[in-house]
């Protein structure tokens, strides 16, 4: 499986971001997919995870309610909507797939590239 993340940039205090992660392959759908992200300094934290039934999901505790993480899995893609984003938000965000949501919220399988979010105050 390879992942392309995409949909970061520049956005102030308060604002939203929509990440998308799409993915090569016929069976993405039997994978789980995670969010994850490095902000600068820091190392690589978990933010949210979609199991291969879009039913089970987890959220950090420091974006539940602010974040949802979808999947469509006719486009092979899974999305990460990002609300109310503060400064503490700024980092590169990756995506991630195993074939279990389990798996993928502990040592991925698969990793794409990351994709810059900033948030300015």
């Known amino acids: 499986v390879q992942l392309q993340a995409s949909g970061g940039g520049l956005v102030q205090a308060g604002g939203s971001l929509r990440l998308s992660c799409a993915a090569s392959?016929?069976?993405?759908?039997?994978?789980?997919v995670g969010w994850f992200r490095q902000p600068p300094g820091k190392e690589r934290e978990l933010v949210a995870a979609i199991g291969v039934s879009d039913r089970t999901t987890y959220y950090a505790d420091f974006v539940k309610g602010r974040f949802t993480i979808t999947r469509d899995n006719a486009k092979n893609t899974v999305y990460l909507q990002m609300n109310i984003l503060t400064p503490e938000d700024t980092a590169t965000y990756y995506c991630?797939?195993?074939?279990?949501?389990?798996?993928?919220?502990?040592?991925?399988?698969?990793w794409g590239q990351g994709t810059q979010v900033t948030v300015s105050s």
């Open positions: 392959g016929r069976t993405f759908s039997t994978y789980a």
């Open positions: 991630a797939a195993s074939k279990r949501i389990v798996l993928v919220t502990t040592r991925p399988d698969y």
